[in-house]
């Protein structure tokens, strides 16, 4: 009999076993009896990195994110998401009900066109003109990631207004948005930056603005004349016009 140990991947982790060979007496053919013996770090072991593969929900999902930025959500079903994913038009019901299933948890995924809020006015505040930046910076940020994921953001837009699920991960959004952007306006008043008499009702409007930026851009060819005038909107509205 003659025993080695292997070291073997799936779905990107790595595993050794122990492999007995031995030949089976009664038939002469050679045999192999595996014994698991634990999870193993791959640096360990030597192996090079290699990314976990996508699931097959995870390949879905991003199918239908693919299929958005060219199709109406209606106009997709089960069988182009599952082509799109490159799995069995079987697999796609092992995950989804339906389309509107599958779009909605792909647009839960993502939710409103706002970045990352908390990175962005959750630093210490700068001067006047660093805090225009700022703001400048992050509504160019999304009209272009509106209009780069237009499919997307118009398929949220219609569902936040239909879907319970997104009409509360929405509010949930919208929500966690208006109380960092208050902080920060908070930050800047006290800082003596900008001077405002209500942080909260301006973090209210500049994110309604916001997400409307985003609607907009998903909507139209070209909101680029009018994202100069909102920036200035938005200044005023923070007390640094």
Same mark, same amino acid.
């Given at each position: 009999?003659?025993?080695?140990?292997?070291?073997?991947?799936?779905?990107?982790?790595?595993?050794?076993?122990?492999?007995?060979?031995?030949?089976?007496?009664?038939?002469?053919?050679?045999?192999?009896?595996?014994?698991?013996?634990?999870?193993?770090?791959?640096?360990?072991?030597?192996?090079?990195?290699?990314?976990?593969?996508?699931?097959?929900?995870?390949? +879905?999902?991003?199918?239908?994110?693919?299929?958005?930025?060219?199709?109406?959500?209606?106009? +997709?079903?089960?069988?182009?998401?599952?082509?799109?994913?490159?799995?069995?038009?079987?697999?796609?019901?092992?995950?989804?009900?339906?389309?509107?299933?599958?779009?909605?948890? @792909? +647009? +839960?995924?993502?939710?409103?066109?706002?970045?990352?809020?908390?990175? $962005?006015?959750?630093?210490?505040?700068?001067?006047?003109?660093?805090?225009?930046? $700022?703001?400048?910076?992050?509504?160019?940020?999304? @009209?272009?990631?509106?209009?780069?994921?237009?499919?997307?953001?118009?398929?949220?837009?219609?569902?936040?207004n239909a879907d319970d699920?997104?009409?509360?991960?929405?509010?949930?959004?919208?929500?966690?948005?208006?109380?960092?952007?208050?902080?920060?306006?908070?930050?800047?008043?006290?800082?003596?930056?900008?001077?405002?008499?209500?942080?909260?009702?301006?973090?209210?409007?500049?994110?309604?603005?916001?997400?409307?930026?985003?609607?907009?851009?998903?909507?139209?060819?070209?909101?680029?004349?009018?994202?100069?005038?909102?920036?200035?909107? @938005?200044?005023?509205?923070c007390g640094l016009g």
């Amino acid at each position: 009999m003659l025993a080695y140990e292997v070291i073997k991947r799936v779905s990107g982790r790595a595993y050794r076993y122990r492999v007995e060979s031995f030949r089976d007496p009664e038939t002469r053919r050679v045999r192999g009896r595996w014994t698991y013996l634990g999870r193993v770090d791959p640096a360990d072991a030597g192996l090079p990195e290699r990314p976990a593969k996508p699931s097959s929900r995870e390949r +879905l999902l991003e199918a239908v994110s693919r299929l958005l930025a060219t199709t109406e959500a209606e106009s +997709l079903s089960a069988g182009s998401i599952a082509r799109e994913a490159g799995v069995a038009y079987g697999t796609f019901y092992r995950y989804f009900t339906d389309r509107a299933h599958a779009v909605r948890e @792909a +647009l +839960l995924r993502r939710g409103p066109t706002l970045g990352d809020v908390v990175t $962005r006015f959750g630093q210490p505040p700068g001067n006047g003109e660093a805090e225009r930046e $700022r703001l400048a910076s992050w509504l160019r940020q999304v @009209a272009a990631t509106a209009r780069r994921e237009r499919g997307v953001v118009r398929a949220w837009h219609v569902y936040s207004n239909a879907d319970d699920a997104v009409v509360r991960a929405r509010r949930l959004a919208v929500d966690a948005a208006v109380d960092q952007v208050a902080a920060y306006l908070e930050a800047l008043r006290v800082a003596g930056v900008s001077a405002i008499s209500s942080s909260r009702f301006a973090a209210y409007a500049l994110v309604a603005l916001a997400v409307a930026l985003g609607r907009d851009a998903a909507l139209d060819d070209d909101v680029s004349p009018r994202v100069d005038g909102l920036i200035a909107l @938005a200044w005023d509205l923070c007390g640094l016009g």
